[in-house]
């Protein structure tokens, strides 16, 4: 019977295997540790194995660039759009976008930072990132009636928080972060939510 794990049985893994041992490479390492033979040896497979399901190392990186924007920015601007019967609700909709890896994967974003002061390209596509993300907090703001320059101002404030957060490794329980978010509410939007508002958010996460 043929073992899946050994490279001379002739499986070469998938797409999706190859791309997730380099995410663990990239979360963990840094991009210098995206290369094809070590991600290999890592899964226990062929060097040419690789090449079935991408062209060349390029590709790969292609690949987990674009994995960031589907696990960083896409869900940051659903959650601008999504459903609020009031502004700080739709606020804590925002917020609660950055506390779930699910929704802001905060490891990928950190090491795509690391990322760009190695890679003009990749620094590039960041700075997209950071204008269509504040395009989309301050599109948000406006639809609740905030002037223009307040909008702008206020989305600074949200996302410049947020990537601090990030950049600084916060290390923070989420009931700590949980405490804080009804005074983070009140600054981004100018108003206070209303108690039924933030138990129905901390429920949403505590149980999880």
Known sequence: MENPTDPASGWRGSREV???AAYQALVSEGVDAVR????????????TSFYWFFKDRA???????DMWESRTTRPLAAAT??????ETEAM?????????PETFD??????MRGWGLKDPAILARIATADADRLAALTAMLLRWGHPAEDADVRARTIYLVQIGYISMQADETLETRLARIPKYVEIYTGRPPEAPEIARFRARYLAG
């Open 106 to 111: 905060a490891r990928l974003e950190f090491a």
């Open 36 to 47: 094809i033979l070590s991600l290999a040896e890592g899964l226990r497979l062929s060097r």
């Open 81 to 86: 759009r999504a459903y609020a019967e009031t």
């Open 92 to 100: 804590l909709n925002v917020i609660g976008c950055f506390l779930r």
């Open 59 to 65: 590709a790969l990186l292609a690949a987990l660039a």
């Open 18 to 20: 190859w791309l997730d």
